[in-house]
Nanobody
Framework: QVPLVESGGGLVQAGGSLRLSCAAS????????MGWYRQAPGKQRELVAA???????KYADSAKGRFTLSRDNAKNTVALQMNSLNPEDTAVYYC?????????????WGQGTQVTVSS
């Protein structure tokens, strides 16, 4: 069973909105969904938005003012509301989660969800 379940990708016209959701499946204990990264064809995976310490969130410059990251601790989910989408936002979006152990931290990734923005 995959550790993270992503949903919400799809095709949208420029200027439209999408909401991505990521939930821990429960197959791995102590896993905390933290945020979203994306990878466009021919490019490296990059941060979109992620929670850092506490409730603070870090956003890519391209996401500021358009995207909002939120989480539901009770459900162990994280969501990314994306507004004013443009074709440059087209990419596979990956949920990132972290598991915190005494010896350190381990990263987990979702399978990815495609976001395509048409002009």
């Amino acid at each position: 069973q995959v550790p993270l379940v992503e949903s919400g990708g799809g095709l949208v016209q420029a200027g439209g909105s999408l909401r991505l959701s990521c939930a821990a499946s429960g197959s791995i204990s102590n896993i905390n969904p933290m945020g979203w990264y994306r990878q466009a064809p021919g490019k490296q995976r990059e941060l979109v938005a992620a929670f850092t310490s506490g409730s603070s969130a870090k956003y890519a410059d391209s996401a500021k003012g358009r995207f909002t990251l939120s989480r539901d601790n009770a459900k162990n989910t994280v969501a990314l509301q994306m507004n004013s989408l443009n074709p440059e936002d087209t990419a596979v979006y990956y949920c990132n989660a972290k598991a915190f152990y005494v010896w350190g931290t381990r990263d987990y990734w979702g399978q990815g969800t495609q976001v395509t923005v048409s002009s």
